[in-house]
């Protein structure tokens, strides 16, 4: 197919020239330059959206580099070690195989969806969104802004270690909604149990009276999720926040994502399938 290209484009550059009355000794001076050779691209349906290892790149070998171009495994807001595991699937599994196995990548998915479950109830922040949180004059509403929220709720359960503004954290997703949640770590955790309970549940605000602690911020300087966080940590919400960024290159292969009902708070969870659809 390359060949055959480069052919037809020899030939329509020659053809211009000599509409364009170049003499005929330099008609075959302009050519056109290939940037990129690529062994295999994956082209998903956004766009401007795409990856593919690269052979060549202006004739340098560039030993099968991966590139991603528009997708969201490289976005700031990504998580660094899930992205790390997907790109490895993508190079490996989709770009540079022969063949690409589809139940091999399933079954890695899958099993990467459980190294992700185990690490939440183990506390760890592993797989936690970062996220950076502005100063209260530079939002709207502050209060709209999920990683403010985050913030603020961290602030009013440790007072003795409040993050400064602005900074970066990482986004906790949390079940911890209503007052007999709360309750749960009244004996464990007392001090916090009442800061939360006077300055979130009972707060004159409705809307973080309402929400109560949906959101918890983890400060960097933190090497884990507090334990008495860890019984309501929305695992399932965290888990498919992290599949999402696969999502658009798996559709491609016509690995399908399914919403089934689970035990997450919007009891839907991401599943994938290679059942074909008519």
Do not use: C
């Amino acid at each position: 197919l390359m060949y055959v290209l480069s052919q037809v484009i020899s030939e329509t550059l020659y053809k211009f020239s000599k509409l364009s009355n170049i003499p005929e000794e330099k008609r075959r001076l302009i050519r056109m330059k290939n940037e990129y050779l690529y062994k295999r691209m994956i082209i998903s349906n956004g766009k401007k959206n795409y990856t593919g290892v690269v052979e060549y790149k202006e004739g340098k070998w560039m030993n099968y580099d991966l590139d991603i171009k528009g997708l969201p495994l490289d976005k700031i807001s990504s998580n660094k070690e899930s992205s790390a595991v997907f790109k490895d699937i993508l190079k490996k599994d989709m770009l540079m195989s022969d063949k690409i196995d589809i139940p091999k990548i399933l079954n890695k998915l899958q099993n990467f969806q459980d190294e992700m479950e185990e690490s939440l109830k183990r506390g760890e922040k592993r797989f936690l969104k970062p996220a950076t949180v502005k100063q209260p004059k530079y939002y709207a509403d502050p209060l709209t802004s999920q990683q403010y929220r985050a913030l603020m709720n961290w602030n009013i359960a440790y007072p003795d270690k409040p993050v400064e503004l602005p900074d970066s954290i990482y986004i906790v997703k949390m079940t911890m909604t209503s007052r007999k949640d709360l309750e749960t770590i009244r004996d464990s955790h007392p001090d916090i149990y009442e800061r939360l309970k006077t300055e979130i549940f009972e707060s004159t605000e409705k809307r973080i009276a309402d929400k109560g602690v949906h959101v918890l911020g983890i400060p960097r300087f933190e090497d884990e999720i507090p334990d008495w966080a860890i019984p309501f940590i929305d695992s399932a919400t965290i888990v498919q926040d992290n599949m999402k960024n696969i999502v658009s290159i798996l559709e491609v292969l016509d690995i399908q994502p399914l919403s089934v009902t689970s035990n997450a708070p919007n009891n839907k969870e991401i599943q994938f399938s290679n059942i074909v659809n008519f």
